[in-house]
């Protein structure tokens, strides 16, 4: 079975300011998908960004880019110029070749200071 | 705009007294999921739907029951609910085709349980 790890229960950045979010996964697989999440307080989750592990090129939406390490197998998320509208709660999630199971990681809470 | 929709969005049962969650659909997705996420934890998948195909998980309780009349609903059934089981349930969709793997899954705005 797949297991995700996000090692960084809280976050904080300054507003402008960059941030890494942290992930790791395990699993045996050549070929999945990963994904981060974002869920704003008493809101619904959101996609923030995908990469597809065979892709070699890291994902990037606007001011949301992935360090994909499919090696070492870690996928940090970084945002840049954080905004108020950042602060969320952020998973990070792994779906198997068969698309049939997405594991998310215990999540990082992020805050943003204006 | 194409969405998915839970109701409602907070219920309040009692112990033991079977509640229905619900959620619909407008973008037309052949697989439906149910999560339960519990505070400040990742969400777990509870079972899904491809199609009229229904996916257990193998720890997923007895007490746990789904189902989807129709492409758009999909129906979430605590037979007995205990205090353990309150919990934000999400609902969530995507679309899978043959050949085509890594299907994003979009979520609802999740339904609130609280079990008295």
């Known amino acids: 079975a797949q297991t995700v790890t996000q090692s960084q229960p809280e976050m904080s950045v300054q507003e402008a300011e960059t941030v890494t979010l942290s992930c790791t996964y395990d699993?045996?697989?050549?070929?999945?998908?990963l994904f981060w999440y974002k869920q704003p307080p008493s809101r619904q989750m959101i996609l923030v960004i995908r990469q597809e592990a065979y892709k070699q090129q890291n994902a990037t939406e606007n001011r949301f880019s992935v360090n994909f390490q499919k090696a070492a197998k870690s996928f940090s998320l970084k945002i840049s110029d954080s905004q108020l509208g950042d602060a969320a709660m952020y998973f990070c999630?792994?779906?198997?070749?068969?698309?049939?199971?997405?594991?998310f990681g215990g999540g990082t809470r992020l805050m943003v200071k204006p | 705009d194409a969405m998915v929709i839970q109701n409602p969005r907070y219920q309040v049962t009692q112990f033991g007294k079977p509640v229905t969650l619900s959620c619909s659909q407008t973008?037309?997705?052949?697989?439906m999921y149910w999560y339960q996420q519990k505070s400040s934890q990742a969400p777990k998948l509870l079972f899904h739907y491809y199609d009229k195909d229904f996916n257990n998980e193998a720890d997923t309780p007895d007490n746990f029951q789904s189902r989807r009349p129709n492409t758009s609903f999909c129906f979430l059934d605590i037979r007995s609910p205990g205090l353990g089981d309150a919990a934000m349930y999400l609902c969530?969709?995507?679309?899978?085709?043959?050949?085509?793997?890594?299907?994003?899954?979009?979520f609802g705005p999740g339904t609130r349980l609280l079990v008295l």
């Open positions: 699993t045996s697989e050549s070929d999945y998908y």
């Open positions: 969530a969709t995507s679309r899978r085709t043959s050949g085509m793997m890594g299907e994003t899954q979009y």
């Open positions: 999630a792994y779906l198997n070749n068969a698309g049939n199971m997405l594991t």
């Open positions: 973008l037309n997705h052949n697989v």
